[in-house]
């Protein structure tokens, strides 16, 4: 596996238009793409800062993992994403050396990227998501 670079942070949010007030009128950062992924039950707003985004996200369903994360946490950090050369090639790695996967196999997320999760009870608490192009 060979990561190249963290892709983006991904921030629960309960309100997008609510939290880019925020990252627009005080960071003055540009929001440059907002999506729904409709099988993963959210919407998203892309912020770039250097080579790292930031990715809001906003439950459109209450029964999606974002709401249930909101209501047991409040809203923050959601969730560090790694990018790389191959996401089912990188899940099947860390699965051989123990890790506990949310994703067996790379599924399609936001932007068009080959995602796949890390369960956080294998990544010391952190939701972990490998993505690639």
Do not use: W
């Not at 990188?90 to 949310?102: D, P």
């Amino acid at each position: 596996m060979n990561i190249t670079h963290i892709e983006h942070i991904g921030i629960a949010v309960k309100s997008i238009e609510e939290a880019k007030k925020y990252y627009e009128d005080i960071l003055g950062l540009k929001c440059y793409a907002e999506e729904e992924v409709s099988d993963q039950k959210v919407k998203t707003a892309f912020f770039l800062v250097g080579q790292t985004k930031i990715e809001l996200l906003e439950a459109t369903s209450e029964d999606s993992s974002v709401a249930k994360f909101i209501e047991k946490r409040g809203e923050g950090i959601h969730h560090i994403a790694f990018a790389n050369e191959n996401t089912d090639k990188a899940l099947k790695e860390v699965e051989e050396k123990g890790v506990v996967l949310i994703d067996k196999q790379a599924r399609k997320g936001a932007e068009e990227l080959s995602i796949g999760f890390l369960h956080p009870k294998s990544t010391f608490g952190v939701l972990t998501e490998f993505c690639s192009k």
